[in-house]
Nanobody, 114 residues
Framework: QVQLVESGGGLVQAGGSLRLSCAAS????????MGWYRQAPLKQRELVAT???????LYADSVKGRFTISRDNAKNTVYLQMNSLKPEDTALYYC????????WGQGTQVTVSS
């Protein structure tokens, strides 16, 4: 059974940094894409960043230059380094992996105070 465990969320002041982690277990086959999404109150879930098995990355325009996604294939873990955080980055952050189908984490809250 595939499980995703996210960590690293919290409360930070504007301009600060956080690093999110998402570790996948129960994986038998190779993970293709891994990514982070977020959902703010009363808004739809949106893509933050994705990374392929080959290391190709994609970022939302709103986070380019501030966030960095990376992955450790040996650990089946994806990371999101978030710098220069802004209040508008406040949201519930979810990781997603693709192994034949999509699997989602339970979400970790990121709150950025002004």
């Amino acid at each position: 059974q595939v499980q995703l465990v996210e960590s690293g969320g919290g409360l930070v002041q504007a301009g600060g940094s956080l690093r999110l982690s998402c570790a996948a277990s129960g994986i038998i086959f190779r993970i293709s894409a891994m990514g982070w999404y977020r959902q703010a109150p009363l808004k739809q879930r949106e893509l933050v960043a994705t990374i392929t098995s080959g290391g190709n990355t994609l970022y939302a325009d709103s986070v380019k230059g501030r966030f960095t996604i990376s992955r450790d294939n040996a650990k089946n873990t994806v990371y999101l380094q978030m710098n220069s955080l802004k209040p508008e980055d406040t949201a519930l952050y979810y990781c997603k992996i693709v192994v034949g189908r999509d699997y989602w984490g339970q979400g970790t809250q990121v709150t950025v105070s002004s």
